[in-house]
């Protein structure tokens, strides 16, 4: 079965913070992939990665940067978190050109 | 940019009714996917259809795809209060690596009990 985790379900923290999300796949995909989803917007793409250390902007990635130094993690980073960065962040992964499995989410909030 | 569009917004039925939802899209694509997100929860994928093929079945669920029209359709039959759950469908359009998809707002689906 797979299993994709997220290091929290909810996390507070302040404007101008630093903050990670980590985000752990045990089924050796390739491709990971972090979406923010608001409410009547949908899932919106921030930075997606098909192989180790490789990385790919998606539709939304200004304020945010990732990493990934191993393939089973996917790591999203707020330089300096901000008011509008409130939002519920997904976590997927998919191997080649198949279904993505996605995390249980981490609703950030920036105060 | 949004490619999946979905409709009606929201739909409210009695339990043992049959449930369609829409999706339209504008590009051409590899295949289009159907998710499920229960509240506050993750997604779960339902169906994958690829661009060749005009339907598919999985247990009470129906997808067919029409790609003359760019659109796409989610029939659950006899559904279930279990049933209550947001659903997405997504598009890959995807030309080299990875399988990025697009998805749309989503249609919110309440089954009356």
């Known amino acids: 079965d797979v299993k994709v985790t997220q290091s929290s379900r909810y996390l507070v923290k302040r404007t101008g913070e630093k903050v990670f999300l980590e985000c752990v796949q045990d089924?050796?995909?390739?491709?990971m992939f972090w979406y923010r989803q608001d409410p009547g917007l949908g899932l919106r793409l921030i930075y997606f990665?098909?192989?180790?250390?490789?990385?790919e902007k998606g539709d939304i990635p200004e304020g945010y940067s990732v990493s990934r130094e191993k393939k089973e993690r996917f790591s999203l980073i707020l330089e300096s978190a901000s008011t509008n960065q409130t939002s519920m962040y997904l976590c997927?992964?998919?191997?080649?050109?198949?279904?993505?499995?996605f995390g249980p989410g981490t609703r950030l909030t920036v105060t | 940019s949004q490619q999946g569009e979905e409709d009606p917004q929201a739909l409210s039925i009695q339990e043992g009714e049959n449930a369609t939802m829409n999706c339209s899209y504008k590009?051409?694509?590899?295949?289009l996917q159907w998710y499920r997100q229960n509240s506050g929860r993750g997604l779960v994928h339902l169906i994958l259809?690829?661009?060749?093929?005009r339907e598919k079945h999985s247990g009470r669920l129906r997808v067919t795809l029409d790609t003359s029209k760019k659109s796409s359709s989610l029939l659950i039959t006899a559904s279930r209060a279990a049933d209550t759950a947001s659903y997405f469908c997504?598009?890959?359009?995807?030309?080299?690596?990875?399988?990025?998809?697009?998805f749309g707002a989503g249609t919110i689906l309440r089954v009356k009990s």
């Open positions: 997927a992964s998919s191997l080649y050109s198949y279904e993505q499995y």
């Open positions: 089924m050796d995909h390739e491709n």
């Open positions: 990665s098909y192989d180790v250390k490789m990385k």
């Open positions: 590009t051409s694509i590899n295949n």
């Open positions: 259809i690829r661009s060749n093929e």
């Open positions: 997504a598009t890959d359009a995807s030309k080299e690596y990875g399988n990025k998809l697009v």
